[in-house]
Structure formats: C-alpha cells, structure tokens
C-alpha cells in the first residue's frame, strides 16, 4: 500500500487483482481539494478496469469533493470502466443523498462490498 499524507487528508492506494481502491482519510473541502483531485487521478490513471475511492474514514465532503467526483464518474464512463464508491460514514452518505447524487453514482457501504461486485 502507497501512503500520501496532507495536513488534514491522507490518502493511499492498493491494488486488488483487477481494481485499484484509493482510501481516504480526512477531510474534503477547498483547502485539500487539489490532494483529493491529485490522487483520485492516481486511481484512475491505473490500468484497472475497476477503480474504489474509498470515502468511508471522510469526516466531511464538500462541494470541491462533489465536483472532483462527478468528473471522475463521468471520464470512467466515458472511457468503459467503472468507479465505485464506499461512503461507509453517513456524513458522506447525507451529503450524496442531499444533493441527488446516490442516484447518480455507484455507492457501497463498504469495500468488501465494492470488491465483490
């Protein structure tokens, strides 16, 4: 596993077969917004037909967070893969219901789950 770590979002990558799982912990906002971007590209800059932002250790996602994610779904779907997200913590959880997105993206509670798909 590949560690990052940034004053208030750390995040790290792992390989599973054919699936590229990003995790992440922290927060998501203005100030870490660029980490975020820079290492959700890592994930999908992999060859993997599958790629996991694990979002279930996030303690807060705002609208940076949500553009960042709505980009990254649409160029996989564009490009045939697939993105999978985990929310397990219900701030992200409430924050993807408020604004419509669960219906929009493909969540998990976990990434047990999101691996087994």
């Known amino acids: ?21 990003v995790h992440f912990v922290g927060e998501i906002d203005v100030d870490t917004q660029q980490t975020f971007e820079e290492a959700v590209r890592v994930g999908l800059a992999s060859v993997a037909p599958v790629v996991i932002l694990d979002l279930a250790k996030v ?3 705002g609208s940076t967070g949500l553009r960042v994610l709505v980009t990254a779904h649409n160029e996989t779907l564009d490009a045939g893969r697939a993105l999978r997200l985990v929310h397990g913590s219900s701030v992200v959880h409430r924050v993807l219901e408020i604004t419509g997105l669960e219906q929009v993206l493909d969540l998990y509670p976990a990434v047990k789950e999101a691996l087994a798909m």
Do not use: D, K, N, S
């Open 1 to 21: 596993m590949t560690q990052h770590t940034e004053p208030r979002l750390e995040w790290a990558t792992e390989r599973h077969e054919q699936t590229m799982v």
């Open 59 to 61: 303690t807060f996602l």
